[in-house]
């Protein structure tokens, strides 16, 4: 039995040394170790560790022809590692590409399943937190938190003295307008629903007429009527050729004057120079975005500077309890593939 003794870096870079490992029991892992993950890494590397040996990113660059005959699965999270062919040609034993989180539209599918290799996503378990987000951004936009935090932790003087422009919009009764009615946007309405919100949805295809009812959400066959009648528009696509820039000037310019628009998707599907001009010019009253582009924005980027937009480090699903479960279902699924059993999240192209 060859046992090796792997010298490694933690996930966040500080010197330790990993456990040691069998490679012929435990499979080799290529991962990402940088940006947001770096996190995640920390707090569940020994969910991943119990079946594999963690390669970081950082450690196969300076070592590759050390490591890639022997990495059988690559985690990725979001962009932060190019699956490219220059990558896929020095793996020969990938078996598995496996995403953290459901977006899958930073991997080419055609082009890894085209070396044989499968890739999975991590569907169900970010669908509580990210509509979530979407509803404290909704909330934080239309009650203007950002700013009344700010105002608390600056206030000098003994009294308050609210400016008129702090006065919030209403949620309750107000109207949401869905775009994009999958498990996460259904997600929002059943909360919408509880804040007494009139909810509109455009999707590709209509729900079944009970799911309508449950959360009493109309649908809207065209786009554009949704955009009209809507005082919250959130954005719950996924990103593809067909959602590219999906809210550009035409559709801002459709919206109420005091319409907000809540992106929880992918950044690329609002076009973010029209967004700018929108909010600067005030054709919409606000914007609050869980994503952007690039992820991150530039510090000199206007949407980081305008008073009514509310920007986030796309933390949709950037919780405990869901990163825990996405790193198990990430280790389920590379599990199952390198077993030769179809893994459950397998998202073919
Ligand atoms: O795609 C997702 O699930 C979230 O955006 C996290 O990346």
């Known amino acids: 039995m060859f046992i090796r003794h792997l010298l490694s870096k933690s996930f966040l870079g500080n010197p330790r040394i990993l456990q040691l490992h069998s490679v012929m029991e435990k499979p080799c892992v290529l991962a990402t170790t940088f940006g947001a ?13 119990k079946h594999f040996t963690v390669i970081p990113h950082e450690e196969f660059v300076n070592n590759k022809h050390h ?7 690559v985690f990725v999270w979001g962009g932060a590692l190019k699956v490219d062919r220059n990558l896929l040609q020095i793996l020969p034993n990938l078996k598995v590409v496996v995403n953290g989180g459901v977006g899958v539209d930073h991997l080419d599918i055609p082009l890894i399943n085209s070396f044989g290799i499968k890739v999975c996503n991590t569907p ?8 979530d987000i979407g509803m404290a951004l909704m909330l934080a936009t239309a009650r203007n938190l950002i700013y009344g935090h700010n105002y608390s932790a600056s206030h000098e003087t003994e009294e308050w003295d609210l400016p008129e422009s702090s006065m919030g919009t209403d949620v309750s009764g107000a109207t949401l ?4 009615m999958g498990r996460i946007g259904y997600k929002v309405a059943k909360r919408a629903s509880s804040f007494e919100m009139k909810i509109l949805y455009h999707n ?21 009527e949704l955009l009209q009648k809507s005082d919250f528009v959130m954005v719950v696509v996924n990103l593809s050729p067909d959602t590219q820039k999906l809210i ?11 319409g907000t628009l809540i992106n929880i998707s992918r950044g690329p599907v609002v076009d973010q120079e029209a967004l700018v001009h929108a909010l600067q010019s005030g054709v919409i009253r606000a914007a609050a975005l869980d994503v952007t582009y690039p992820e991150p924005l530039p510090r000199s980027h206007p949407l980081l500077t305008l008073p009514n937009v509310i920007v986030l480090p796309h933390m949709g699903s950037h919780t405990v309890g869901t990163s825990q479960l996405m790193v198990e279902r990430m280790v389920t699924n590379a599990l199952a593939a390198l077993s030769g059993d179809q893994p459950t999240d397998e998202v073919k192209a």
Not at 67 to 73: G, R
Not at 248 to 258: C, F, N, Q, V
């Open 177 to 180: 307008g869905i775009i994009g």
């Open 37 to 49: 993950p770096g996190a995640i890494y920390q707090c569940f590397a020994p969910v991943i560790e």
């Open 124 to 131: 169900h378990v970010v669908d509580n937190a990210t509509a």
């Open 204 to 224: 590709r295809n209509r729900r079944k007429e009970e799911d309508e009812k449950a959360v009493g959400a109309v649908y809207c066959e065209k786009m554009d």
């Open 67 to 73: 490591f890639a005959h022997k990495i059988s699965a």
């Open 248 to 258: 550009g000037w035409r559709e801002l310019s459709m919206m109420k004057p005091l």
